[in-house]
């Protein structure tokens, strides 16, 4: 079992950056592809990043490419999605997800996730 706790979302102004963060319980993070989904009001949740469980392979929508970061630290049971350059249309609700112990893959696909965080909201003013 793994539990997911997200936090760092809030308000910002566009042009601005937070850094969210999805602290993880259970022995099998380190085994673990992670990423982070969005759903945003009356649309369907969308991927947003996705990182290898060493850390070393990370992959982006084409939305947030150059301006979003994913990374991770084993040792803290926690990953990361910094958010730069912050645009009216990435206001969503932000979610983290862990796949099941994996080979060294990245999935973008919220079907291969297994485990789910609550989320958090991510709201940014124009």
């Known amino acids: 079992q793994v539990q997911l706790v997200e936090s760092g979302g809030g308000l910002v102004q566009a042009g601005g950056s937070l850094r969210l963060s999805c602290a993880a319980s259970?022995?099998?993070?380190?085994?673990?592809?992670m990423g982070w989904f969005r759903q945003a009001p009356g649309k369907e949740r969308e991927f947003v990043a996705a990182?290898?469980?060493?850390?070393?392979?990370?992959y982006y929508a084409d939305s947030v490419k150059g301006r979003f970061t994913i990374s991770r630290d084993n040792a803290k049971n926690t990953v990361y999605l910094q958010m730069n350059s912050l645009k009216a249309e990435d206001t969503a609700v932000y979610s983290c997800a862990a796949s099941a112990a994996s080979a060294s893959v990245i999935y973008t696909s919220s079907k291969n996730y297994l485990y789910w965080g609550q989320g958090t909201q991510v709201t940014v003013s124009s």
């Open positions: 259970g022995r099998t993070f380190s085994s673990s592809a």
């Open positions: 990182i290898n469980r060493s850390g070393g392979y990370s």
